[in-house]
């Protein structure tokens, strides 16, 4: 989960990182948070694409998802709208 703690430690170290130099015990510290970062993103990019409904253009009002037989004969024309939130999402 990505918090604004989360966010100002990752800062704080890349910001001694590039002045001082880590220790090993904040390298380890540095790489957790940063796949704990990533994995909050991840999870919000999943989240977003399970979220994603096709429906049927005009006129195609036979063809929806549900009737046909397979996936793969689903083709897809053009896209109305995608919106993508990169804020970090604070729980």
Known sequence: ?????????????????????LSEEEKKEQKNLREIYLEGIRGQMRQMLDNIEIVPGPGEAGNSAASAPLAKDLKITHINEVAINLRPQYH
């Open 1 to 21: 989960m990505i918090t604004p703690e989360l966010i100002a430690r990752i800062n704080e170290l890349s910001r001694k990182q590039r002045s001082t130099g």
